[in-house]
């Protein structure tokens, strides 16, 4: 199993930088995160979680697996049609984003290594111009397929949530949120874990 690397140089960072961020942390421990370490198949994966429950999620993924082979690759999505992919429990326009996004990579229009070597900005302009990758979509791929450390989602209700408990704040707004990545930076997608855990309730901020 892959997890996201970190360890005490990211976490005593975040703690010298916030006292609240850093009881969280002497109570959490070290978060371990899953990863997808194939950026196609974290997209594809995320394109099916889009507006709908984890379960389902789980659920359509299995089907979609089961349905082109048990393997994510270019050549077992494109050997099937959109119509035939949404028979796993997708609507149709999700299975046409990963039909299009399946293309792009046999056409090496992206590739994993190209990925790899781009600086965020550049990663973030370049899955945003792919059908059905939003902001957050792209953000969620830079961390759990491309380890990128420095990723705090304003489009995440759960890491606004876990600011806003956090720090005991009724509203967050844009402003406030750009000082705290700021202040998290250059590792705010180790705070992220943390906010999402404060956010589920696995830690009570005093």
């Known amino acids: 199993m892959n997890y996201f690397e970190y360890g005490t140089r990211e976490t005593d960072h975040l703690s010298s930088r916030d006292p609240r961020m850093a009881h969280a942390i002497a109570s959490l421990g070290i978060i371990k ?10 997209l594809i994966f995320s394109i099916i979680a889009q507006q709908i429950s984890g379960k389902a999620a789980d659920s359509v993924s299995k089907r979609f697996l089961d349905f082109i082979g048990g393997t994510v690759t270019s050549p077992a999505i494109l050997a099937h049609s959109p119509e035939e992919l949404k028979s796993c429990g997708m609507s149709l326009r999700k299975a046409t984003f990963i039909h299009r996004i399946a293309a792009a990579f046999a056409e090496k229009a992206i590739t994993r290594e190209a990925l790899r070597l781009m600086n965020d900005a550049e990663l973030l302009r370049t899955l945003t111009s792919m059908p059905g990758v939003g902001p957050w979509t792209a953000e969620m791929l830079m961390i759990f397929s491309l380890q990128r450390p420095n990723v705090l989602s304003w489009g995440d ?5 876990g600011l806003t408990l956090l720090h005991h704040r009724e509203e967050l707004d844009k402003k406030c949120f750009m000082a705290f990545q700021e202040l998290y930076s250059p590792f705010c997608s180790i705070a992220s874990f943390y906010l999402w855990a404060i956010a589920s309730g696995e830690y009570i901020p005093d």
Not at 33 to 42: E, G, M
């Open 33 to 42: 995160r899953k990863l997808t370490p194939d950026p196609l198949a974290a």
């Open 157 to 161: 209700f759960g890491i606004r949530k």
